[in-house]
């Protein structure tokens, strides 16, 4: 087994499915399931979930909503998906815990590093929701924060493409993927892997990023098993 505690970064828009809105059922099935693949292999996971299926702030703010209220917003959105997760975890039986980082018992328990570290040392998944709990951060630098605050080994960023490319793979029918790139090469060249808050806050406290594709079943098990089959970011 390649890592031992992880943060795994799921995209909002990944839940979408099939649907184009909202939550795909299905597609939460399937990451309940892989989850829980991990899991029995005895992974400590701590998982951030983005809201982008229901609600982004940023575009938000640029359809009149105050850019703060509507951050909020793409927080709580986050708190929806996470509690659809929590769900889906609690249906296929991996112990779970939702920590929200704005109060609000008894939705999730408020988050803090030794709460969640103890959890997870006690076999429970960790959900981490409401990004930082503060406006102009993404779930990105959300991630990049509570992976390295909880000292995972790894950040596992699962998308929809299965690695990082030198332009987007799909769009550019001649973009290359990297099997391993440095944090310094990913700013130089302006690769969209994550956001520069998130990117930067990676390089400095040397937390690697793994960037594969969640939406194949299977995949991220083949990951914790250390199967080449996405891209390491690291220094």
């Not at 390649?2 to 990451?31: H, N, T």
């Not at 806050?201 to 793994?210: E, V």
């Amino acid at each position: 087994m390649k890592f031992k505690r992880i943060l795994l970064k799921l995209s909002g828009e990944s839940l979408m499915g099939a649907q184009g809105y909202g939550i795909d059922p299905v597609r939460l099935g399937q990451y309940a399931e892989q989850i829980k693949e991990i899991h029995d292999m005895g992974v400590e996971i701590g998982i951030v979930i983005g809201g982008g299926n229901i609600f982004r702030g940023l575009s938000g703010s640029q359809k009149g909503f105050d850019r703060v209220k509507g951050d909020q917003m793409g927080m709580m959105a986050t708190v929806i998906n996470s509690l659809a997760l929590s769900s889906a975890l609690d249906a296929v039986g991996v112990d779970n815990k939702v920590l929200t980082a704005i109060r609000m018992e008894p939705v999730g328990e408020f988050y803090t590093k030794w709460k969640a570290i103890d959890a997870m040392k006690a076999g429970k998944v960790c959900i981490f929701s409401a990004g930082t709990g503060s406006p102009y951060f993404t779930t990105d630098t959300g991630s990049s924060l509570r992976g390295i605050e909880i000292e995972a080994d790894v950040m596992l960023k699962g998308t929809r493409v299965d690695g990082v490319y030198t332009a987007d793979p799909e769009k550019d029918p001649t973009a290359v993927k990297f099997d391993e790139i440095t944090y310094k090469e990913v700013l130089a060249r302006g690769l969209k892997v994550m956001d520069l808050t998130a990117i930067c806050m990676c390089q400095d406290n040397n937390l690697p990023i793994y960037v594969f594709n969640m939406d194949v079943v299977g995949n991220l098990k083949k990951v914790i098993a250390g199967e080449p089959i996405g891209t390491l970011v690291k220094n």
